[in-house]
């Protein structure tokens, strides 16, 4: 009976949330700092990598030796940068700054490296690999997510060759929704962790395509989620965090997901709740910016995507306020510290990084997940 009362309460606020943020100006929030040079600067980390096949770290289970193949035989589509999830979400990078930039000088390259991807027959290599039996659990969730946020980036850009590309995805894109409505109401606990399995992150990723896609079903199962996994969360350890590899804040990004599903009023009384530390006289000493201590290594550069991250969550998190709520100053500026740190060391020089530091970078700047 608590169950179904959290669930009415959310899909009651649902529509309230959806209304007053959609009505109110895009602030509060860091100015968007995406310019034309900052974009060819990002398009540039995706067009180095999107089809490089080598180094390459693939997710795959062998059912024999016929599957022993590579990288461009297994998903035709997404076998560049360095994984799956990076390759997709490399080319939401591509997708959002052409639809920003349209007649920059990285239009015109970024356009061929989609179309040589985004074939109805490379998509269909995709839909044949991600629907074998065996793979149920294939990138779920944050690839999967990120490959609706393609989707729902190609469903919002009015261009010829977009919808082009929208057509040729739309199997990949029903055949992942599909997977994870399936998976949704026998998730029994939350992740909580900061890499990729943290479901906080991908579910806010997932509501967000849910919205532009008018998939109801999808908002219903995540609005349950969040009455089940998050509604009662009190007193978030935010000062155990991060961990020594994270590049997910599993605090932030489950306010910044949760301010997606309720009204401003219950989100504001929820966060007093959820972390009762952000400060009400501004400042940005209670939570400083992750410490990289060597770039060249994997997991540890990870900490890079952290800053990117919490900047982006801390707005978010500011968004879901009312603009006169006294935490706002405070979290616009961690915000800023963390945006200050992170962004100059988005430069592609290791490739540990470069391979999807960008994307963060452009989700961070371009003010994705508030529009």
């Given at each position: 009976?608590?169950?179904?009362?959290w669930?009415?309460?959310?899909?009651?606020?649902?529509?309230?949330?959806?209304?007053?943020?959609?009505?109110?100006?895009?602030?509060?929030?860091?100015?968007?700092?995406?310019?034309?040079?900052?974009?060819?600067?990002?398009?540039?980390?995706?067009?180095?990598?999107?089809?490089?096949?080598?180094?390459?770290?693939?997710?795959?289970v062998?059912?024999?030796?016929?599957?022993?193949?590579?990288?461009r035989?297994?998903?035709?589509?997404?076998?560049?940068?360095?994984?799956?999830?990076s390759?997709?979400h490399?080319?939401?990078l591509?997708v959002?700054?052409?639809r920003?930039?349209p007649?920059?000088?990285?239009?015109?390259?970024?356009?061929?490296?989609l179309?040589?991807?985004?074939t109805?027959?490379?998509?269909?290599g995709?839909?044949?690999?991600?629907?074998?039996e065996?793979r149920?659990?294939?990138?779920?969730?944050?690839?999967?997510?990120?490959?609706?946020?393609?989707?729902?980036e190609?469903r919002?850009?009015?261009?010829?060759?977009?919808?082009?590309?929208?057509?040729?995805?739309?199997?990949?894109?029903?055949?992942?929704?599909?997977?994870?409505k399936?998976?949704?109401p026998?998730l029994?606990?939350?992740?909580?962790?900061?890499?990729?399995?943290?479901?906080?992150?991908?579910?806010?990723?997932?509501?967000?395509?849910?919205?532009?896609?008018?998939?109801?079903?999808?908002?219903?199962l995540l609005?349950?989620?969040?009455?089940?996994?998050?509604?009662?969360?009190?007193?978030?350890?935010?000062?155990?965090?991060?961990?020594g590899?994270?590049?997910?804040?599993?605090?932030?990004a489950?306010?910044?997901?949760?301010?997606r599903?309720?009204?401003a009023?219950?989100?504001?009384?929820?966060?007093?709740?959820?972390?009762?530390?952000?400060?009400?006289?501004?400042?940005?000493?209670w939570?400083?910016?992750?410490?990289?201590?060597?770039?060249?290594?994997?997991?540890?550069?990870?900490?890079?995507?952290?800053?990117?991250?919490?900047?982006?969550?801390?707005?978010?998190?500011?968004?879901?306020?009312?603009?006169?709520?006294?935490?706002v100053?405070?979290?616009?500026?961690?915000?800023a510290?963390?945006?200050?740190?992170?962004?100059?060391a988005?430069?592609?020089?290791?490739?540990e990084g470069?391979?999807w530091?960008?994307?963060?970078?452009?989700?961070?700047?371009?003010?994705?997940g508030?529009?």
């Amino acid at each position: 009976m608590r169950r179904s009362f959290w669930i009415s309460m959310l899909s009651a606020s649902l529509f309230l949330g959806s209304t007053a943020q959609a009505a109110r100006p895009a602030g509060p929030g860091s100015p968007d700092a995406l310019d034309e040079a900052a974009a060819a600067r990002f398009a540039q980390l995706a067009l180095a990598c999107l089809h490089q096949e080598y180094p390459n770290k693939i997710s795959h289970v062998m059912q024999g030796d016929a599957d022993v193949r590579p990288p461009r035989a297994l998903t035709p589509a997404f076998y560049g940068c360095y994984d799956w999830h990076s390759a997709v979400h490399g080319h939401w990078l591509l997708v959002r700054l052409l639809r920003r930039f349209p007649e920059a000088p990285f239009a015109k390259e970024a356009r061929a490296a989609l179309a040589l991807s985004l074939t109805p027959q490379n998509i269909a290599g995709e839909v044949e690999y991600l629907g074998h039996e065996k793979r149920a659990s294939f990138e779920r969730p944050y690839g999967l997510a990120w490959l609706l946020q393609l989707s729902a980036e190609l469903r919002g850009w009015n261009d010829p060759q977009a919808k082009q590309w929208a057509a040729a995805l739309s199997p990949l894109e029903s055949l992942a929704a599909s997977k994870l409505k399936d998976w949704l109401p026998k998730l029994h606990y939350p992740i909580r962790i900061g890499e990729h399995d943290q479901t906080a992150l991908s579910f806010g990723l997932i509501w967000d395509w849910a919205r532009v896609a008018g998939d109801a079903g999808m908002t219903a199962l995540l609005t349950d989620a969040a009455a089940r996994f998050y509604r009662g969360d009190r007193d978030c350890p935010l000062g155990y965090e991060p961990s020594g590899q994270d590049f997910l804040s599993p605090c932030l990004a489950e306010a910044d997901f949760m301010r997606r599903v309720l009204a401003a009023d219950d989100f504001a009384k929820w966060l007093q709740a959820f972390l009762p530390g952000i400060p009400s006289t501004g400042g940005n000493e209670w939570l400083p910016p992750g410490v990289v201590t060597d770039r060249t290594d994997p997991k540890l550069a990870h900490i890079d995507g952290l800053n990117l991250s919490r900047a982006w969550m801390l707005e978010g998190i500011a968004h879901g306020l009312k603009p006169a709520d006294k935490r706002v100053p405070a979290l616009l500026a961690a915000a800023a510290s963390h945006r200050a740190t992170a962004l100059p060391a988005v430069t592609g020089e290791h490739y540990e990084g470069g391979h999807w530091l960008g994307t963060f970078a452009v989700y961070l700047t371009s003010q994705a997940g508030r529009e």
